[in-house]
């Protein structure tokens, strides 16, 4: 199994509870570990769907149902974050503002090591993949689209205009983009992991207060509402 993945599995399966979804899970990893495999071995365009499922022992439609598009097998933390980010702010937003909210998830994934926060051993041969896939960097820019949307639709949930919830949300993403690309470009660069995630504090602390400086002026967004 891709070193990248192993520390994701393990973290998660500590998590889930219950028969019925420990078995979601396993199936979930034997999918995604086979089309990593598959993917690493002839590339993204190279491998059907199809395929995936025969190494996985699993029909096609347990593919789509697991993995909607075939890219998500390959970028399949967008779920993830979307929810990470938009429970923080649902819970936590109205009274500690969204820029600290964010700041301290951000903190908790770079001191975790967590996959999010980009500070991930082995993980290039992942992100060479996909670099040099046109799919796979479409998608990965589709996804950031679609966090942008989510996040602009608990903004509104916690008062702000339409006009505001997009710019902030816009923020939002820019500032998780921001702290996820530094750390990966250090990773990919050959940069020792422990020198990256020291480094990334200093600046995970510089992006959020950029960000809180942005919406300091939306009093629903400061935590001043």
């Known amino acids: 199994m891709n070193l990248y993945r192993v520390k994701l599995y393990v973290e998660y399966s500590e998590r889930v509870t219950g028969l019925r979804e420990r078995k979601k899970w396993e199936t979930r990893r034997r999918i995604?570990?086979?089309a990593t495999a598959l993917f690493m071995a002839r590339g993204f365009d190279g491998v059907t769907v199809a395929e995936v499922a025969?190494?996985?022992g699993?029909?096609?439609?347990t593919v789509f149902n697991y993995f909607?598009?075939?890219e998500d097998l390959v970028l399949d933390r967008s779920a993830?974050?979307?929810?990470?980010?938009t429970t923080a702010l649902r819970t936590l937003a109205p009274a500690a503002g969204v820029a600290p909210v964010l700041h301290d998830l951000h903190r908790t994934w770079l001191a975790q090591r967590h996959p999010i926060s980009g500070v991930v051993l082995h993980s290039k041969p992942f992100w060479e993949l996909v670099m040099h896939t046109p799919a796979l960097r479409s998608r990965w820019a589709e996804q950031r689209e679609e966090l942008a949307d989510a996040?602009?639709?608990v903004c509104r949930e916690l008062g702000a205009p339409a006009a505001e919830s997009v710019l902030v949300a816009g923020f939002v993403v820019t500032a998780h983009r921001a702290t996820f690309t530094a750390a990966t470009e250090r990773i990919l660069a050959g940069d020792p992991a422990d020198d990256v995630?020291?480094?990334q504090v200093a600046f995970v602390d510089t992006t959020f207060a950029a960000l809180?400086?942005?919406?300091?002026g939306f009093a629903w967004a400061a935590g001043r509402a």
């Open 212 to 216: 809180s400086r942005a919406v300091s």
């Open 68 to 70: 909607p598009r075939k």
């Open 54 to 56: 025969q190494t996985a």
């Open 80 to 85: 993830e974050i979307r929810a990470a980010i």
């Open 151 to 153: 996040v602009a639709e």
């Open 32 to 34: 995604s570990d086979a």
């Open 58 to 61: 699993v029909s096609k439609m």
């Open 197 to 199: 995630e020291r480094d």
